[in-house]
């Protein structure tokens, strides 16, 4: 490409000027590539070590406890005995209540306290007190 100006050919001084502005723009756009690609693994470590969110469920923890009492009174146990069952279910909730919270992230409350808007898990505890606990005695290292 010839350009005449006053007279004079610049073909040689405007090559020279193209290539050096194309080497500039590389440089910019390789400078913005990295720097997303530095951002996209900086964000993706804080997503690595971000603690999960955690959700609200309910338990109907009193017809937990009117169930047992009422499966309890059928069998005519001594007031000895009878306290002992009830103490020990109800560590036994306690024990699938908090790990069932720890393993799923979810927090519970009693159905009475929430109105609305959470999912309720009784059933879901009711069937796991029922298959960890063999017998009367629970394990304690599920």
């Given at each position: 490409?010839?350009?005449?100006?006053?007279?004079?050919?610049?073909?040689?001084?405007?090559?020279?000027?193209?290539?050096?502005?194309?080497?500039?723009?590389?440089?910019?756009?390789?400078?913005?590539l990295f720097g997303m690609l530095?951002?996209?693994?900086?964000?993706?470590?804080?997503?690595?070590?971000?603690?999960?969110?955690?959700?609200?469920?309910?338990?109907?923890?009193?017809?937990?406890?009117?169930?047992?009492?009422?499966?309890?009174?059928?069998?005519?146990?001594?007031?000895?005995?009878?306290?002992?069952?009830?103490?020990?279910?109800?560590?036994?909730?306690?024990?699938?209540?908090?790990?069932?919270?720890?393993?799923?992230?979810?927090?519970?409350?009693?159905?009475?306290?929430?109105?609305?808007?959470?999912?309720?898990?009784?059933?879901?505890?009711?069937?796991?007190?029922?298959?960890?606990?063999?017998?009367?005695?629970?394990?304690?290292?599920?």
């Open positions: 490409m010839n350009i005449i100006v006053n007279g004079t050919k610049k073909t040689k001084k405007i090559k020279n000027y193209f290539s050096m502005m194309k080497d500039e723009h590389v440089q910019y756009v390789y400078s913005l530095g951002s996209l693994i900086i964000l993706m470590i804080f997503m690595f070590f971000q603690k999960p969110s955690l959700n609200v469920g309910t338990v109907n923890i009193t017809g937990l406890v009117d169930r047992f009492i009422k499966e309890e009174a059928k069998k005519n146990l001594s007031p000895d005995l009878m306290r002992n069952e009830v103490k020990e279910f109800g560590e036994k909730m306690e024990f699938v209540l908090s790990n069932y919270s720890k393993q799923k992230n979810i927090i519970f409350f009693p159905s009475e306290a929430v109105i609305a808007g959470s999912h309720d898990y009784t059933s879901t505890i009711i069937n796991t007190i029922n298959d960890t606990y063999v017998g009367n005695h629970y394990e304690k290292n599920k």
